[in-house]
């Protein structure tokens, strides 16, 4: 069965990091295009960071220069490095999965949550 | 970069209605649009991607369709479970990916 799940969320002040990781199984990480996308407490959906099977990453603007996307093949995880948190980081964050086929993100985890604030 | 823009935000139908979401890019995302179901606590769930194919498992209740700048989702026949908060996301350039703002369907 293929399938994300999610860690790392939790309480963090404003100005600090944390590290969220996300455990696939069911399939291969490398392999696949996988993003991470948030969603802040009653608000929509927001595109954060994606990882192409090549090693390509990009970011959205808000989160450029501070959260950074990457791999473990070893351990088949995506990981996203949050530096610099801010208040309106606070959100939901899920990891999502494009096969490559272009067929937009046909499986994502449970989401994890990230709240920023002192 | 893409905007979205979606609409309407909010959508009150009844069951056995059709109703339609209308999604809008600012520029040519060709067919490279995705739409997507979401329930409270719940992630997204994929529904239709490259426009207009439905994801296996989908009812095909659901269709969408449109190219270019101009998409639209079509629910058929409303069931209870359809209420819920739709989704476009465009997909069209590798480094920026784009969700609309969400339509918010409701029981009348």
């Known amino acids: 069965e293929v399938q994300l799940v999610e860690s790392g969320g939790g309480l963090v002040q404003p100005g600090g990091s944390l590290r969220l990781s996300c455990a696939a199984s069911g399939f291969t990480v490398s392999r696949n295009y996988m993003s991470w996308v948030r969603q802040a407490p009653g608000k929509g959906l927001e595109w954060v960071s994606i990882?192409?099977?090549?090693?390509?990453?990009y970011d959205a603007d808000s989160v450029k220069g501070r959260f950074t996307i990457s791999r473990d093949t070893s351990k088949n995880t995506l990981y996203l490095q949050m530096n610099s948190l801010r208040a309106d980081d606070t959100a939901v964050y899920y990891c999502?999965?494009?096969?490559?086929?272009?067929?937009?993100?046909?499986?994502w985890g449970q989401g994890t949550l990230v709240t920023v604030s002192s | 970069d893409i905007q979205m823009t979606q609409s309407p935000s909010t959508l009150s139908a009844s069951i056995g209605d059709r109703v339609i979401i209308t999604c809008r890019a600012s520029r040519s995302i060709s067919s490279w649009l995705a739409w997507y179901q979401q329930k409270p606590g719940k992630a997204p769930k994929l529904l239709i991607y490259?426009?207009?194919t439905l994801e296996n498992g989908v009812p095909s209740r659901f269709s969408g369709s449109g190219s270019g700048t101009e998409f639209t989702l079509t629910i058929n026949s409303l069931q209870p479970d359809d209420f819920a908060t739709y989704y476009c996301?465009?997909?069209?350039?590798?480094?920026?990916?784009?969700f609309g703002q969400g339509t918010k369907l409701e029981i009348k």
């Open positions: 999502a999965r494009d096969t490559g086929l272009r067929r937009g993100f046909d499986c």
């Open positions: 996301h465009q997909y069209n350039s590798y480094s920026v990916h784009t």
């Open positions: 490259k426009a207009s």
């Open positions: 990882i192409y099977s090549g090693g390509y990453t």
